[in-house]
T-cell receptor
Framework: GNSVTQMEGPVTLSEEAFLTINCTYT??????LFWYVQYPGEGLQLLLK?????DKGSNKGFEATYRKETTSFHLEKGSVQVSDSAVYFC????????????FGAGTRLAVHP | EAQVTQNPRYLITVTGKKLTVTCSQN?????MSWYRQDPGLGLRQIYY???????DKGDVPEGYKVSRKEKRNFPLILESPSPNQTSLYFC????????????FGQGTRLTVV
């Protein structure tokens, strides 16, 4: 079936540390892939996306590459800031006539000074 | 400013008392969805709409109703709320389909006692 699995949190890092949040998916066909971020008390905001294999999405220093062979879309950032503290959701758009986004459970990131 | 607006942001109600959560978008999007967010489960789609007067069930539609009488509005109705509907609710709209990049509202935190 269609699903998204992302690493459990919370992830706790010091400022300027390297961040990786793993995400793998199962899907019919080749769906678009997304990372959304949810800051405390707010809705989800699109962080980045990739629509086909080997595409790299990037925004605000975050990057993720669509890896078809490993069905993965890991989120990375070279140097995190306190302001990056949030919950991060990996998602894919279900292809093949389905009309929804499939979300992972979310990973909470806490960055300390 | 492009946005999806939900109201109310917070709601505490009693079992069985009908309520409506409103959602409005100003981007002229045809596609709108409702999701609920529960810890450890990510977001799950409740209902979606492909256009005015066109709605369909998502993954967890039981206990909910929706309507789409105007393109910009997509209210979520709980006819007889129960405690298991205590959750964080998000409305979303998208330009190219419910399985594509979506814009989310700020969320409505509902508690049913």
């Amino acid at each position: 079936g269609n699903s998204v699995t992302q690493m459990e949190g919370p992830v706790t890092l010091s400022e300027e540390a390297f961040l990786t949040i793993n995400c793998t998916y199962t899907a019919t066909g080749y769906p678009s892939l997304f990372w959304y971020v949810q800051y405390p008390g707010e809705g989800l905001q699109l962080l980045l996306k990739a629509t086909k294999a080997d595409d790299k999405g990037s925004n605000k220093g975050f990057e993720a590459t669509y890896r078809k062979e490993t069905t993965s879309f890991h989120l990375e950032k070279g140097s995190v800031q306190v302001s990056d503290s949030a919950v991060y959701f990996c998602a894919h758009g279900v292809a093949g006539g389905y009309n929804k986004l499939i979300f992972g459970a979310g990973t909470r990131l806490a960055v300390h000074p | 400013e492009a946005q999806v607006t939900q109201n109310p942001r917070y709601l505490i109600t009693v079992t069985g008392k009908k309520l409506t959560v409103t959602c409005s978008q100003n981007m002229n999007h045809e596609y709108m969805s409702w999701y609920r967010q529960d810890p450890g489960l990510g977001l799950r789609q409740i209902y979606y709409s492909m256009n005015v007067e066109v709605t369909d069930k998502g993954d967890v539609p039981e206990g909910y109703k929706v309507s789409r009488k105007e393109k910009r509005n997509f209210p979520l109705i709980l006819e007889s709320p129960s405690p298991n509907q205590t959750s964080l609710y998000f409305c979303a709209s998208s330009l190219n389909g419910p399985n594509t990049e979506a814009f989310f509202g700020q969320g409505t935190r509902l508690t049913v006692v």
